[in-house]
């Protein structure tokens, strides 16, 4: 396991592994580009009145953030879907649900997370009403891609590899 600290979330970046064994064979993998995923939004409250309900939240952080996802579950539903059709652009972090009517008042619980989408077009992980509850618990991870064939036997050097321009190795 190995961690890349001080990455930045407006930048992309480059990485290859590379690994020689004692021998002095060479593997190389692809070279992968990633981002870094935006915060997801905080501090979601959802505020419901007769026939409609609106979903307000914070910004995250960071500043290439150009839109917003909501997703909506009603009552005990576990799946979340998408209730905006494009990217959500407004600038004052409120959504009004246009799928709740007057005919729903009293008859259903509604739940809401929201993302962050950014310029590289990546979509946070969603915000969460209860933040400890086990269904909001995520994790990520890159998996390192499968190398060639070394000597047996023998210790491999991994070297990683990092840019934010167009890779010049």
């Given at each position: 396991t190995?961690?890349?600290?001080?990455?930045?979330h407006?930048?992309s970046y480059?990485v290859?592994?590379?690994?020689t064994?004692a021998?002095g064979n060479?593997a190389?993998s692809?070279?992968?580009?990633?981002?870094?995923?935006?915060d997801p939004?905080s501090?979601?409250?959802?505020m419901?009145?007769?026939g409609?309900v609106d979903v307000r939240w914070?910004?995250?952080p960071?500043?290439n953030v150009?839109g917003?996802?909501?997703?909506?579950?009603?009552?005990?539903e576990?799946?979340?879907?998408?209730?905006n059709d494009?990217?959500?652009?407004s600038g004052?972090l409120?959504?009004?649900d246009?799928?709740?009517?007057?005919?729903d008042?009293?008859l259903h619980?509604?739940?809401y997370?929201?993302?962050?989408v950014?310029?590289?077009?990546n979509?946070s992980?969603p915000?969460?009403e209860d933040?400890?509850a086990?269904?909001?618990?995520?994790s990520?991870?890159?998996?390192?891609?499968?190398?060639?064939?070394?000597?047996?036997d023998?210790?491999i050097t991994?070297?990683i590899?990092r840019?934010t321009?167009?890779?010049?190795?």
């Amino acid at each position: 396991t190995f961690t890349i600290t001080d990455l930045l979330h407006d930048q992309s970046y480059y990485v290859r592994i590379e690994a020689t064994d004692a021998a002095g064979n060479m593997a190389q993998s692809p070279i992968r580009q990633f981002s870094l995923l935006p915060d997801p939004p905080s501090s979601v409250v959802v505020m419901g009145g007769d026939g409609r309900v609106d979903v307000r939240w914070e910004a995250p952080p960071q500043d290439n953030v150009v839109g917003y996802n909501l997703y909506r579950a009603i009552d005990d539903e576990v799946n979340y879907t998408k209730v905006n059709d494009g990217l959500y652009l407004s600038g004052g972090l409120v959504f009004t649900d246009p799928g709740v009517t007057q005919a729903d008042n009293g008859l259903h619980t509604y739940h809401y997370q929201v993302t962050a989408v950014d310029d590289f077009g990546n979509e946070s992980l969603p915000s969460c009403e209860d933040p400890v509850a086990e269904r909001c618990v995520t994790s990520a991870s890159w998996i390192i891609p499968e190398m060639p064939a070394m000597a047996p036997d023998t210790s491999i050097t991994m070297n990683i590899f990092r840019t934010t321009g167009i890779p010049t190795y």
